[in-house]
């Protein structure tokens, strides 16, 4: 199918906008994927999916590169999350090709909206470092996040990032900023295990798929710095703001599926 110039740039631009928010606080799939859908409107909605994973890689490898710069992690922790929500991606992609995920967006609803509400109450949601768990604990609750938002990410994919951040703020207790630096070297793994699968599967659109990922990771590499520079505060007010988009977004899904 015929693809012209005006659609790669729009999708170029959309894949800068999305890799700039998903740096700071995940969510860059809302952004990217919902333009992908409507310009790539007479592909098959699978070969669009796969076709987002290639910038959302791209633009995550700068992002992290960027935190890692700056932000230390718990690197054996760390480690095995990616392990395993590779897998978890990796199978969430293979069901993704044969079954429809809709029923999971009223779900999604609820949660992001009990979300909002406690980020918004909460003034020191991720401020600061909540808690010290002791290991067992943390890296079975890094266990249980990894599986079940790696598995997301690859059967549905939007708000993966911005899951991720919350998990590990509320969940294993970290900062915005560690959270976010974290979330961005697991991200890597999930992208990775959907764009492994979706390559074996022939479903990439690679005339699109690798300009968006050169504007994606410009983005990113952009939003990294800034979300650096400003600190834990500049990254709960953004989080607050793609939350509630995210909110919107599932509940206009929701509504227009009825």
């Given at each position: 199918m015929h693809i012209a110039i005006?659609?790669?740039?729009?999708?170029?631009?959309?894949a800068f906008a999305a890799g700039f928010v998903d740096a700071i606080v995940g969510g860059g799939g809302l952004i990217q994927t919902p333009v992908m859908l409507?310009?790539?409107?007479?592909f098959p909605?699978?070969?669009?999916?796969?076709?987002?994973?290639?910038?959302?890689?791209?633009?995550?490898?700068?992002?992290?590169?960027?935190?890692?710069k700056k932000v230390r992690v718990r690197m054996v922790l760390t480690g095995i999350m990616c392990t395993l929500a590779f897998l978890a991606s990796f199978a969430g992609s293979q069901v993704l090709t044969v079954a429809r995920n809709d029923f999971?967006?009223?779900?999604?609803?609820?949660?992001?909206?009990?979300?909002?509400?406690?980020t918004y109450i909460k003034k020191d949601f991720g401020q600061r470092v909540a808690r010290s768990l002791p290991p067992r604990r943390l890296l079975w609750l890094g266990v249980a996040v990894s599986v079940v938002i790696g598995f997301y990410d690859g059967f549905i994919g939007p708000g993966a990032g911005s899951f991720l951040i919350l998990a590990f703020v509320s969940l294993l207790g970290f900062d915005f900023l560690q959270a976010s630096a974290t979330a961005k070297l697991v991200n890597l793994a999930?992208?990775?295990?959907?764009?492994?699968?979706?390559?074996?599967k022939g479903k990439i659109i690679w005339v699109v798929a690798l300009p968006m990922a050169v504007c994606n990771a410009l983005g990113g590499?952009?939003?990294?710095?800034?979300?650096?520079?400003?600190?834990?505060?500049?990254?709960?007010?953004?989080?607050?703001?793609?939350?509630?988009?995210?909110?919107?977004?599932?509940a206009y899904d929701v509504i227009k599926g009825r």
């Open positions: 005006e659609q790669i740039l729009l999708l170029c631009l959309a409507v310009t790539l409107s007479a909605v699978v070969n669009v999916i796969g076709s987002t994973k290639i910038p959302s890689f791209c633009g995550t490898l700068l992002a992290a590169r960027q935190y890692l999971m967006k009223p779900v999604l609803l609820v949660v992001l909206a009990a979300v909002a509400v406690y999930t992208n990775l295990g959907s764009i492994m699968l979706f390559s074996l590499w952009l939003g990294a710095r800034l979300a650096i520079a400003r600190g834990n505060r500049f990254i709960r007010i953004f989080f607050l703001i793609i939350v509630i988009g995210t909110l919107l977004r599932f």
